[in-house]
């Protein structure tokens, strides 16, 4: 079994900042790309960031100069740096890890049960 728990969502004014995290547990051997997605209210689910297990990154335009991904390999766990929030970034926000499980030579993606970010103008 695999779980992924996210942590440090809420409210924010704009212009201030958030940092989320998402760590896993489980029967895991290895953890392949991590990322996060967002989804507001009468939207499709987005891709905010995404890293790899060797530290390379990919960040939508939408966000790019002002949020940063991270990763601590050692704990499993990615992180989401958001400065200079805006109310367009209110969504839900949900992480994402490819992971092979222990006893297995497949990924299987797993999610974030999701936080809420709010920005107020």
């Known amino acids: 079994q695999v779980q992924q728990v996210e942590s440090g969502g809420g409210l924010v004014q704009a212009g201030g900042s958030l940092r989320l995290s998402c760590a896993a547990s489980?029967?895991?051997?290895?953890?392949?790309?991590m990322g996060w997605y967002r989804q507001a209210p009468g939207k499709q689910r987005e891709m905010v960031a995404t890293?790899?297990?060797?530290?390379?990154?990919n960040v939508a335009d939408s966000v790019e100069g002002r949020f940063t991904i991270s990763r601590d390999n050692a704990k499993n766990t990615v992180y989401l740096q958001m400065n200079s929030l805006e109310p367009e970034d209110t969504a839900v926000y949900y992480c994402?890890?490819?992971?092979?499980?222990?006893?297995?030579?497949?990924?299987?993606?797993?999610w974030g049960q999701g936080t809420q970010v709010t920005v107020s103008s």
């Open positions: 994402n890890a490819n992971i092979t499980r222990t006893g297995t030579w497949w990924k299987s993606a797993y």
């Open positions: 489980g029967s895991i051997l290895k953890i392949n790309g």
């Open positions: 890293i790899i297990s060797g530290g390379s990154t």
